[in-house]
């Protein structure tokens, strides 16, 4: 029996992480998004400090490049799912009547 080519089973391992990853979010309701996303970013925040490790340690330039790579645009998810986040809850916050409407009222 051959055995499979790690190249291979990785490539597996990402698509099935794909497709699931793709029907949990989905199937997420809208009270949680909220929460689902902070959770989303400090997981990002350790994909940051993998790809860091994996710049540093790897010994070719396509290696080293990739992790840079890896470590940019993860920075850029975490930074830009934070700004999502506080834009939600910024929703829910009760928005304050101007003091000159509330005068003209009562």
């Known amino acids: 029996m051959?055995?499979?080519?790690p190249t291979l089973?990785?490539?597996?391992i990402f698509v099935l992480?794909?497709?699931?990853?793709?029907?949990?979010?989905?199937?997420?309701?809208?009270a949680?998004?909220?929460?689902?996303?902070?959770?989303?970013?400090?997981?990002?925040?350790?994909?940051?400090?993998?790809?860091m490790l994996a710049a540093a340690l790897t010994e070719t330039v396509l290696?080293?490049?990739m992790g840079v790579l890896a470590v940019a645009l993860?920075?850029?998810?975490?930074?830009?799912?934070?700004?999502?986040?506080r834009r939600m809850l910024e929703m829910f916050k009760k928005k304050e009547r101007p003091a000159k409407a509330a005068e003209g009222k009562h």
């Open 17 to 30: 992480a794909i497709y699931v990853g793709y029907h949990v979010v989905w199937t997420v309701t809208p």
């Open 32 to 51: 949680l998004h909220t929460p689902l996303m902070a959770v989303t970013n400090a997981i990002s925040a350790i994909v940051i400090v993998g790809a």
């Open 63 to 65: 290696g080293q490049t």
């Open 74 to 85: 993860a920075a850029v998810n975490v930074f830009g799912g934070f700004l999502v986040t």
């Open 9 to 12: 089973l990785n490539l597996v």
């Open 2 to 5: 051959d055995a499979v080519s």
